[in-house]
């Protein structure tokens, strides 16, 4: 295996780590992963990129630390542009970054912070989580208790007035997708594109296609309930076609 592998340290459950796996598997980069703690991950993140970040996913990529999703996925496309994920219209070009943009920034912060003030109503989904996260000196509880706090401190997971704006922008953000389709496959042009990706991977947690880092199985309660009036609207199976036509398998060389 070449020391010279790019590296993505990365979280298995978060949606913006996912968009970055997807990036490097539609790229066909063979790279190793590195799954820190969460919580610690904060220090990880610190120090690889010497302070100017606390948030993953990182891509090491030829002596560079880069972190951001789509800092990753420009990145990406500079150094692997073949197949490429921006468009070569500018125009398209443009709406597809615009779109990438809309979904990072009001879309991916309502998923996650939904589905965290979901998992708190279940804790038998929320032990899972942790027992899959957490280092395995820690008993099931501990880990669970862990999970919780840090979710709480942290993204304020607790907070019911904000989950019930996550519902809306959520709602809203299928409207777009819809709008933005019309009667065509795609949000830009003709071709799967930055756009497509960031829309589907940052809805994953909601649409939990079996080709994302959690099927079914792996929905909490309250995000069971959420999702139920929502499964036959044209935006959520498009995010499940999406992955099914486009979510291939990473080249991924090792992981810990």
């Known amino acids: 295996m070449s020391d010279s592998l790019p590296t993505l340290w990365h979280i298995e459950i978060s949606h913006y780590s996912e968009k970055a796996r997807w990036a490097l598997a539609h790229k066909g980069v ?3 992963r590195r799954a820190p703690l969460p919580g610690a991950h904060m220090a990880v993140a610190l120090w690889l990129t010497r302070g100017e970040q606390n948030t993953l996913p990182i ?3 030829d002596g560079r630390h880069i972190g951001d999703s789509s800092a990753i996925v420009a990145a990406l496309e500079r150094r692997f542009p073949e197949p490429p994920l921006y468009p070569a219209d500018p125009e398209q ?3 597809a970054l615009e779109l990438e943009e809309f979904f990072d920034e009001e879309v991916g912060p309502h998923v996650r912070h939904l589905a965290f003030h979901e998992m708190r109503g279940d804790p038998d989904r929320l032990r899972a989580i942790a027992e899959e996260t957490a280092p395995s000196a820690l008993p099931g509880a501990a880990a669970a208790a862990y999970a919780r706090a840090f979710s709480s401190l942290r993204w304020k997971s607790g907070d019911s007035e904000a989950a019930d704006v ?3 922008k959520i709602a809203a953000a299928l409207d777009r ?3 933005e389709l019309g009667s065509a496959d795609y949000l830009v042009g003709e ?3 930055v756009a497509d ?3 589907a991977s940052l809805l994953y947690p909601i649409v939990a296609p079996p080709e994302g880092p959690t ?3 792996g929905l909490s309660k309250g995000l069971r309930r959420f999702r139920e009036p929502l499964v036959e609207r044209g935006a959520f199976r498009w995010v499940a076609e999406m992955f099914a036509r486009h979510r291939r398998p990473a080249k991924a060389a090792a992981a810990a």
């Open 197 to 199: 990706l960031t829309a």
């Open 191 to 193: 071709a799967f594109s």
């Open 93 to 95: 070009r443009r709406r």
């Open 166 to 168: 996550d519902r809306h």
């Open 177 to 179: 997708i819809e709008q």
């Open 215 to 217: 099927g079914e199985e």
């Open 30 to 32: 063979e790279h190793r």
């Open 59 to 61: 891509l090491s990529l």
